[in-house]
Structure formats: structure tokens, C-alpha cells
């Protein structure tokens, strides 16, 4: 086919991608996931084993130097009650010797040594309170909430469907309740991913644009609808009054309804999907995750 409009000067659009069906490339798009899935599950594992051999360690070292307080503190309370006891004697001594005024210092001395002995062994450290201290449960994390920020977006080849969309990378702005490039609402949807939905008057496509929550994988799906489809989704879409971004709580979830409204009347699978994988763009201030395009 390419030879012969080669031949007739015709000009036309091509993709290097293997020509898969959707369900093909849902296959390959899961086993890739899988693939990932089991590397980060590994590196994840890797780095739980190695924080529990950090705390472990931190638990020996606090249990030794708790243990050696302990200790220290014992001997100390046993000399000062060995040091006492001998005062506490030699004031008898000096009691019955008729020397009443040696007799008060070296017992009144005796006393203070012997109470400070009770008092430091009873007052001795736990040899196991940091190891409870470091057992205890630590809070659940919060929720992430979808980065803000400026992105770039590639495409990734090995988890797409291409058949007739340009593959270039897609930059990106996402600001605060995920407004995109300051012009663009999404909603996040009840699959935890936000989602904005396409309905254009000139063409029979349907688009739905997705980021997932961790804001690593973008997603781009096409339906080419006959003209009913197209007539109901249009429908639906006339109902959507949020043009631009918002705040709003009732607008949100208005456009959110709507949205999942339009995404109920379309097929199962899309004709084209795209993948893309996100990073934050150079000299963004987004820390973590990156953002939808539009």
C-alpha cells in the first residue's frame, strides 16, 4: 500500500508502531504494568528490609546504652549504700564513745548516702523503653494529592496504540484542584484517576484525557463514534457548564457527573490510545508527582 501511494505522489500519514488490535495492546499494556509492578514491588521490598535493618540496628544501640545506664546506675546506688552503711557505723561508734557531735555528722551523712542509694535504684532506666519507643505504630499516611507544577510528558511506545496521532512530547502545567495549563478542569474520578472528556463539534472523536493519583502515567483514549454515538455524547456535553477552571465544589461535581455521563455512553475500548510517562520538567518546583496534559 505504501509503494503504490508512493507511486501516485500521494501523500500520507504513517506510525513505526506494530499494527495491534486493542485488545493486543491491552495484553501488552498489562504485562508491561506487571512487569513494573514486580520491579517496583522488588526495589520497594529492597527498601523496607534495609529500613528494618537500620531500626534493628538504632534498637541494639539504644538497648545497649540503656542496659549500661541501668548498670551504671545500680553499682553507683551500691556504693553509695555501702559508703552510707559504714557512716551509719561509724555514728554508733562515735555514739557510744560519748561524742555526740561526730556522732550527727557521720550519721546524718550515712542517711543521705544510704536515701540517695533507694532513690537512684529506684529512679534506674528501663533497659527495654527505647525498644518499646521504637515498636510503636506510626501513623497512616495521608492521601497524595496530585502534584503541581510544570511536566513533560513522553510517550511511551511499548503501552500505546498509535494509529493516527502525532507521538510528540507533551508539556505540561498543572496548578492547584487540577486546573491544567490554567485553562483545563479535571475531576478525579471514582477509578482514582482524573479525567477531563473531549466532545468536539467538527470531529466524531471522543476524547478522554487521564492521569492517575501518582501522576507517573498520563493517558490519552480516542473513540471514533457514528453519528448517534456522537449526537448523545454532544448532548450530554451541552449540560457541562464549567468552561474553564474552578473551585467551586458544586460546579466539581457537576462537571464530574457529567463526565462520567459522557464515559458511560461510549464503547468499552477505544479505537487509539496513547501512554505517556511524566516527569517534572526542568526548573519546575513540583516535588513529587507530575500532572495531566490537557
Same mark, same amino acid.
Given at each position: 500500500?505504501?509503494?503504490?501511494?508512493?507511486?501516485?505522489?500521494?501523500?500520507?500519514?504513517?506510525?513505526?508502531?506494530?499494527?495491534?488490535?486493542?485488545?493486543?495492546?491491552?495484553?501488552?499494556?498489562?504485562?508491561?504494568?506487571?512487569?513494573?509492578? @514486580?520491579?517496583?514491588?522488588?526495589?520497594?521490598?529492597?527498601?523496607?528490609?534495609?529500613?528494618?535493618?537500620?531500626?534493628?540496628?538504632?534498637?541494639?544501640?539504644?538497648?545497649? $546504652?540503656?542496659?549500661?545506664?541501668?548498670?551504671?546506675?545500680?553499682?553507683?546506688?551500691?556504693?553509695?549504700?555501702?559508703?552510707?552503711?559504714?557512716?551509719?557505723?561509724?555514728?554508733?561508734?562515735?555514739?557510744?564513745?560519748?561524742?555526740?557531735?561526730? /556522732?550527727?555528722?557521720?550519721?546524718?551523712?550515712?542517711?543521705?548516702?544510704?536515701?540517695?542509694?533507694?532513690?537512684?535504684?529506684?529512679?534506674?532506666?528501663?533497659?527495654?523503653? $527505647?525498644?518499646?519507643?521504637?515498636?510503636?505504630?506510626?501513623?497512616?499516611?495521608?492521601?497524595?494529592?496530585?502534584?503541581?507544577?510544570?511536566?513533560?510528558?513522553?510517550?511511551?511506545?511499548? @503501552?500505546?496504540?498509535?494509529?493516527?496521532?502525532?507521538? *510528540?512530547?507533551?508539556?505540561? *502545567?498543572?496548578?492547584?484542584?487540577?486546573?491544567?495549563?490554567? @485553562?483545563?478542569?479535571?475531576?478525579?474520578?471514582?477509578?482514582?484517576?482524573?479525567? @477531563?472528556?473531549?466532545?468536539?463539534?467538527?470531529?466524531?472523536?471522543?476524547?478522554?484525557?487521564?492521569?492517575?493519583? *501518582?501522576?507517573?502515567?498520563?493517558?490519552?483514549?480516542?473513540?471514533?463514534?457514528?453519528?448517534?454515538?456522537?449526537?448523545?455524547?454532544?448532548?450530554?456535553?451541552?449540560?457541562? *457548564?464549567?468552561?474553564?477552571?474552578? /473551585?467551586?465544589?458544586?460546579?466539581?461535581?457537576?462537571?464530574?457527573?457529567?463526565?462520567?455521563?459522557?464515559?458511560?455512553?461510549?464503547?468499552?475500548?477505544?479505537? $487509539?490510545?496513547?501512554?505517556?510517562?511524566?516527569?517534572?520538567?526542568?526548573?519546575?518546583?513540583?516535588?513529587?508527582?507530575?500532572?495531566?496534559?490537557?
Amino acid at each position: 500500500m505504501t509503494r503504490f501511494l508512493t507511486d501516485a505522489n500521494q501523500q500520507y500519514a504513517s506510525v513505526g508502531t506494530p499494527c495491534l488490535s486493542l485488545a493486543e495492546a491491552d495484553a501488552r499494556d498489562r504485562a508491561a504494568m506487571d512487569a513494573e509492578s @514486580r520491579a517496583s514491588a522488588e526495589a520497594n521490598a529492597a527498601k523496607d528490609a534495609a529500613a528494618q535493618l537500620d531500626r534493628d540496628l538504632k534498637q541494639a544501640r539504644a538497648e545497649e $546504652e540503656a542496659l549500661a545506664s541501668r548498670e551504671n546506675r545500680i553499682a553507683l546506688a551500691g556504693v553509695l549504700f555501702v559508703i552510707g552503711a559504714l557512716a551509719a557505723g561509724a555514728g554508733l561508734l562515735f555514739y557510744s564513745q560519748q561524742n555526740m557531735r561526730n /556522732a550527727k555528722i557521720a550519721g546524718g551523712a550515712g542517711a543521705v548516702l544510704m536515701l540517695s542509694a533507694a532513690v537512684l535504684f529506684v529512679t534506674r532506666p528501663d533497659a527495654h523503653a $527505647e525498644s518499646a519507643a521504637e515498636s510503636a505504630p506510626t501513623p497512616a499516611a495521608s492521601a497524595p494529592e496530585l502534584a503541581k507544577g510544570n511536566f513533560l510528558c513522553t510517550i511511551r511506545t511499548d @503501552r500505546s496504540r498509535i494509529t493516527v496521532s502525532a507521538t *510528540t512530547d507533551v508539556p505540561v *502545567t498543572i496548578g492547584a484542584g487540577g486546573c491544567v495549563n490554567d @485553562r483545563t478542569q479535571y475531576t478525579q474520578g471514582a477509578d482514582d484517576r482524573w479525567q @477531563r472528556i473531549l466532545v468536539p463539534n467538527e470531529e466524531a472523536t471522543v476524547t478522554v484525557a487521564s492521569i492517575d493519583s *501518582t501522576g507517573r502515567d498520563y493517558r490519552v483514549d480516542r473513540y471514533l463514534l457514528d453519528a448517534e454515538a456522537m449526537t448523545k455524547a454532544r448532548e450530554i456535553r451541552a449540560g457541562v *457548564t464549567v468552561k474553564g477552571c474552578t /473551585a467551586n465544589p458544586d460546579a466539581l461535581a457537576g462537571l464530574a457527573a457529567q463526565q462520567d455521563a459522557i464515559r458511560s455512553a461510549l464503547p468499552a475500548s477505544p479505537n $487509539e490510545r496513547l501512554v505517556y510517562r511524566c516527569q517534572p520538567a526542568a526548573g519546575s518546583a513540583a516535588a513529587v508527582k507530575p500532572a495531566a496534559a490537557p
